[in-house]
């Protein structure tokens, strides 16, 4: 990316945060829901799962985490529908910003919101017993997967937003996103599945990320799984990238 | 010099729609230029070519000596368009807007604080500059779109496309953005503007053009389309329906010009140029024994008027009207 494209991006990702700041339903729905999300995991649900000797907060707080990018995501894809429906592209186009600029502000928006929501749920989470025993260079890789998969969902978000006609479609689209955590083990151990869903949930996205995230903020081996993870990543963000530059480009033809 | 705006057989359809067919036009450097027509004509559609936003389905169109198709991004560098539907955010407040705009636009930090100022100003937001756009007037908002759409520097931009820059403005907002488009043009930049107000293209624009059936019905300077196309219209209300009925004959076979008639009031309208000659011919010819016609009132032509006159003129005859 140049120079131009840098600085573009970045007065971009400050717009989206200033809507963001200002709208009351997306504060809500990035920064408290997966508090209140967590508490409910911990304290409705948390009695009944067994975790081992791992305390069910602590085996919890990664997937709240993920579970909360995939809500922050939701977002990217509302504000980049809501950009393509009014005159704003229009105006961004005259200033010759191409698509991927625009969805990239969208997305880095989304990530910063997203840092903030995981650092309140961390928060949270120490104050009612979350003890992880990760190591500095632990925490930076799991706070770093969290991050990389935290940008994928966004700019697959990004080309839903493309994709649906209304805000409120686009809304729905992602709610594929905000499902994917929950046939995994983020929040359950997978052996507690039924047979027929072991296939899905051992070998989507999610859980390596998981597995990764927890066995990192334990200080457990974590095997092979951090660069599964990754390689999901980076393949689904080459995927959203390239389909969200041939999707703008067809939405304004 | 070349012309700023040059299109040659211009055409877009959507769907089975022909909106734009063989459509040319020609704008002079530092001109103020005025696409008239009625809802659907498809003025908004080609302003949308011209700065790039749509591909035109045939024909050619050069902005600022490029073409809109081959050269897009260099048509970009010397535009700027505000639409005719808001672009600005309804959560940010104005400062917020106009500063977003003009770091877009690639000014500085501190340029673009000071652009945001002087255009505040300009366009009587100061006082509501911290406000959220959603607090706004509809006049208010329009405005701070124009002034975002004006953000750039005038000494790169070299095309300012306003598409129905004064719908909804009241009088006091109409008159101070024709300044800021006489000013603009007064710098050397060429505006290219849409609207639906024959009057306000008459104020402001060197040249018009009417747009219908997607081609141009008539172009040329405000004073030529009037001359040509009825400036004022002659109202007569017959005295009963006979002599409606001899009025409008005459006005049909050739003795007058021809005429709008509703037969519901008795009332015939005439194109005139509203000098006091020819209403009195137009009296005399219309009404030789002086014992049909009851009143009559001038009024000053409307868009309405000069469309009328237009497809009036032009249907029995298309073909020819387009050789020209
Ligand atoms: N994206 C589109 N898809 C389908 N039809 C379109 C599209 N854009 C414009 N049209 C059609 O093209 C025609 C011309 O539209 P356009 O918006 O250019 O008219 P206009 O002269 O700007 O009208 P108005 O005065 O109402 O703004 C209309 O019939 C409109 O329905
Ligand atoms: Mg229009």
């Known amino acids: 990316m140049s120079a131009d494209a840098l600085t573009t991006t970045a007065v971009l990702a400050g717009r989206g945060l200033r809507l963001s700041r200002r709208n009351l339903d997306a504060v809500i729905t990035s920064l408290m829901l997966p508090v209140l999300l967590m508490l409910v995991f911990v304290y409705f649900f948390g009695g009944a799962i067994d975790t081992g000797d791992t305390r069910y907060v602590t085996y919890v707080v990664p997937g709240v985490l993920v579970l909360c990018a995939g809500f922050g995501a939701a977002g990217t894809a509302v504000s980049v529908s809501d950009d393509m429906r009014r005159g704003t592209v229009d105006r961004f186009r005259t200033l010759d910003i191409g698509g991927v600029p625009i969805l990239a502000g969208h997305v880095a928006a989304t990530v910063v919101r997203n840092a903030l929501a995981t650092a309140l749920v961390l928060g949270v989470a120490f104050l009612i017993g979350f003890r992880p025993a990760a190591t500095p260079g632990g925490w930076l890789a799991a706070i770093g997967l969290l991050l990389v998969y935290i940008t994928t969902v966004s700019w697959l978000s990004a080309a839903a937003g493309l994709l649906a006609r209304t805000p409120e479609a686009a809304g729905a689209v992602t709610f594929f996103m905000m499902f994917l955590p929950y046939p995994s083990s983020a929040f359950v151990p997978i052996d507690t599945m039924p047979d027929w869903l072991h296939g899905f949930a051992e070998h989507q996205p999610v859980t390596p990320l998981i597995e990764s995230m927890r066995g990192l903020l334990l200080d457990r081996p974590v095997g092979d799984a951090p660069w599964i993870a990754l390689a999901w990543c980076a393949a689904l963000l080459a995927v959203a990238v390239a389909a969200s530059g041939a999707l703008f480009r067809f939405r304004t033809k | 010099m070349p012309p700023a705006i040059e299109t040659t057989g211009l055409s877009k359809s959507y769907g089975t729609v022909r909106v734009l067919d063989a459509l040319d036009l020609r704008v002079e450097t530092g001109t103020v230029f005025a696409l008239l027509g009625p809802n659907g004509a498809g003025k908004t559609t080609t302003v949308r070519i011209l700065a790039t936003l749509t591909a035109p389905d045939g024909g050619h ?54 652009r945001t100022d002087e255009l505040l100003d300009r366009f009587r937001l100061t006082d509501a500059r911290d406000r959220q756009v959603k607090t706004y007037s509809g006049g208010m908002r329009r405005r701070l779109d124009l002034a975002a759409g004006l953000v750039r520097d005038p000494g790169t931009t070299r095309v300012v496309f306003l598409d129905e820059p004064t719908t909804g403005l009241d009088p006091r907002s109409r008159q101070e953005l024709w300044d800021a488009v006489r000013e603009l043009s007064a710098h050397g930049t060429t505006v290219f503007l849409t609207t639906q107000y024959l009057e306000e293209a008459d104020r402001l624009a060197h040249r018009i053009a009417v747009l219908g059936d997607g081609r141009t019905l008539a172009e040329g300077t405000p004073a030529e389309l009037k001359d040509r196309y009825a400036g004022h219209r002659l109202d007569l209300t017959a005295r009963d329906p006979e002599a409606y009925l001899r009025l409008t004959a005459r006005a049909g076979d050739g003795t007058g010009a021809p005429g709008t008639p509703d037969p519901g009031t008795l009332t015939l309208g005439v194109p005139t140029d509203g000098t006091a000659a020819h209403v009195r011919a137009l009296l005399d010819a219309l009404d030789p024994h002086r014992a049909d016609i009851e009143r009559f009132a001038l009024h000053t032509a409307t868009l309405d008027d000069v469309f009328l006159s237009l497809t009036h003129r032009e249907s029995p005859a298309k073909e020819p009207a387009r050789v020209r």
């Not at chain 2, 535009?79 to 407040?93: F, K, N, P, R, W």
């Open chain 2, 61 to 114: 169109a050069r902005v600022a000596g490029h073409d809109v198709v081959t050269e897009r991004r260099a048509v970009r560098r010397a535009i700027s368009l505000t639409g005719q539907y808001a672009a600005v955010d309804e959560t940010l407040t104005g400062a917020e807007n106009l500063r977003t705009t003009a770091r877009l636009s690639g000014l500085s930090r501190t340029a673009a604080a000071r």
